[in-house]
């Protein structure tokens, strides 16, 4: 059984910081990419962040900069660093593989 299982999130003020990490078990976590996506009330899902199984890093303008995603393959872990938050960056928070979810967190920017 595959499962994700998602730590970290809360309420930071803008300009703050925090760390998600995703425990991910059932899978051969080495040959996975794995994403990080969110979703705002009333918007789509987005994708913030991209490693490959390689370790190669994506992440849309919205994000660059300022969120860094890391995997550790001997732990299967997936983590999301993100920095200088802002206000529109509140939303639930979802680790992924291409095929699997992990169960969300929120994460909310305000003073």
């Known amino acids: 059984q595959v499962k994700l299982v998602q730590y970290g999130g809360g309420l930071v003020q803008p300009g703050g910081s925090l760390r998600l990490s995703c425990a991910a078990s059932?899978?051969?976590?080495?040959?996975?990419?794995m994403l990080w996506y969110r979703q705002a009330p009333g918007n789509q899902r987005e994708l913030v962040a991209f490693?490959?199984?390689?370790?190669?890093?994506r992440y849309p303008d919205s994000v660059k900069g300022r969120f860094t995603i890391s995997r550790d393959n001997a732990r299967s872990t997936v983590d999301l660093q993100m920095e200088s938050l802002k206000p529109e960056d509140t939303a639930v928070y979802y680790c992924?593989?291409?095929?699997?979810w992990g169960q969300g967190t929120q994460v909310t920017v305000a003073s």
């Open positions: 992924a593989t291409r095929t699997h």
């Open positions: 059932g899978i051969v976590f080495t040959v996975n990419d």
């Open positions: 490693i490959s199984r390689y370790g190669n890093t």
